[in-house]
């Protein structure tokens, strides 16, 4: 088992957990033109945890990294929102908000490589 891989897995374990710890926070950026934020939350976070786990699992493997990918993909919009609207979180710097943008990029990247045979 790699480190990157147990990381990975750590991450999005540890983050889809805080979707049900911290509610509120996750359901205040999801953008106004998606529906039933709550449920997107807990959808979302349950997502996390499950390609987390299933990373480390040879036989899901690439199926949850693939998922870990389109679930990194459909998050962008809130990334997106949170920058646009940095003043509703004015606690945060403005460039902190607007980094997270690209950080989807090597995120999505080392998702990706664990879609491949013999990762």
Do not use: C, D
């Not at 897995?9 to 106004?32: D, E, K, N, R």
């Amino acid at each position: 088992m790699t480190v990157g891989r147990v990381l990975l897995a750590v991450v999005f374990v540890v983050g889809g957990l805080l979707h049900f710890a911290f509610t509120a926070v996750y359901v205040s950026i999801v953008p106004p033109f998606l529906p039933a934020p709550v449920l997107l939350v807990q959808v979302s976070g349950v997502a996390e945890v499950l390609g987390g786990i299933g990373v480390l699992v040879p036989w899901t493997r690439r199926l949850a990294a693939w998922g870990l990918v389109a679930l990194l993909v459909a998050i962008t919009p809130a990334n997106v929102y949170m920058a646009v609207e940095h003043a509703r979180w004015a606690a945060i710097p403005a460039w902190v908000l607007w980094a997270r943008v690209p950080l989807q990029v090597p995120l999505v990247w080392w998702a990706w490589l664990y879609t491949r045979k013999g990762k």
